[in-house]
């Protein structure tokens, strides 16, 4: 211990001229080699500090402060956009606040996996030796027959007998963070800009809850009907497109408060009405509310 500072408790210095110095003020530790000359002037560089201001650096030692890792990025897009007619009317941005590429995958496929075990019903159930009916009677006697032993024709190794080790009802349900959830959902959307068009008004267009309507304008965007799945997002929930895609096996309809990020990776095309695509940049972007 120095003995210019023994009184201090807080710090504490030990050396010798082979092994390192090592240094512990109560939260902080921090370890390198040095010699006896130096323990004065080492002792001298903590003099003065307090426990919540960084640990000076002597001239024996060389420390280097390790930054947050930054695991976001806005990213901007530009998507086709037509009007309700199908005319084109030049192109629209999409600017939202993703993951970087080297933590997307990851946490996009951890939300998918939540997403898709939160709605398993979990009501899956089997019933046990104990809880089938019947069974009460001994078979057979126990000796003379020839056969195996048995107490109950409900075992599970007879036929009609209970289930062993069988499914019971269970919460299959887990938990994501919700900063997690949003910017897994923005690297969703983010990344079908590739296959994304924006409609001028949908909402106000679709006067009639017809499939074969909807299905007319669909292909007057650019969507194939017949091969591609296509994923419509509005901002409000209209009942006429809701009872027009209700009965079309390859679209999914939903407005901005229910999106859902497997419906927008398993889509081929992805159909936004102009105002949804307002809300979104607004919603996900580099300061939107999803991230206050």
Not at 126 to 146: D, H, M
Not at 217 to 239: F, H, Q, R
Request: proline fraction near 3%.
């Amino acid at each position: 211990v120095c003995p210019t500072h023994s009184d201090r408790t807080d710090l504490v210095v030990t050396f010798c001229t082979e092994t390192p110095i090592e240094v512990d003020t109560r939260a902080r530790k921090m370890s390198f080699t040095a010699s006896t000359t130096h323990a004065h002037s080492l002792c001298a560089s903590f003099r003065g500090q307090s426990l919540n201001n960084k640990i000076a650096t002597s001239s024996a030692t060389t420390t280097t402060a390790r930054a947050t890792p930054k695991f976001t990025v806005v990213s901007a897009a530009s998507v086709g956009k037509v009007k309700f007619d199908g005319s084109s009317a030049g192109e629209a941005n999409l600017d939202l606040k993703v993951a970087r590429s080297e933590v997307a995958k990851g946490i996009v496929h951890k939300y998918v996996v939540m997403v898709r075990q939160n709605a398993r019903r979990g009501t899956a159930s089997t019933l046990t030796k104990s809880e089938v009916r019947g069974g009460g009677k001994k078979p057979y006697k126990q000796k003379g027959t020839g056969n195996a032993r048995q107490g109950s024709k409900r075992s599970p190794l007879l036929p009609g007998g209970g289930i062993t080790f069988g499914p019971k009802p269970k919460d299959w349900s887990i938990k994501m963070n919700k900063k997690e959830r949003r910017l897994a959902m923005a690297t969703a959307i983010q990344s079908a800009a590739s296959s994304m068009v924006v409609v001028d008004d949908i909402n106000s267009g679709v006067t009639v809850p017809k499939s074969k309507a909807f299905q007319d304008n669909l292909k007057s965007w650019g969507v194939n009907v017949d091969d591609e799945k296509t994923y419509v997002i509005t901002k409000d929930a209209p009942k006429e497109v809701e009872l027009a895609t209700r009965n079309m096996a390859r679209v999914v309809h939903a407005d901005i408060t229910k999106l859902n990020v497997y419906d927008v990776l398993n889509a081929d095309k992805v159909v936004v009405d102009e105002a949804a695509l307002g809300y979104l940049n607004e919603f996900y972007g580099a300061s939107g509310g999803a991230w206050a």
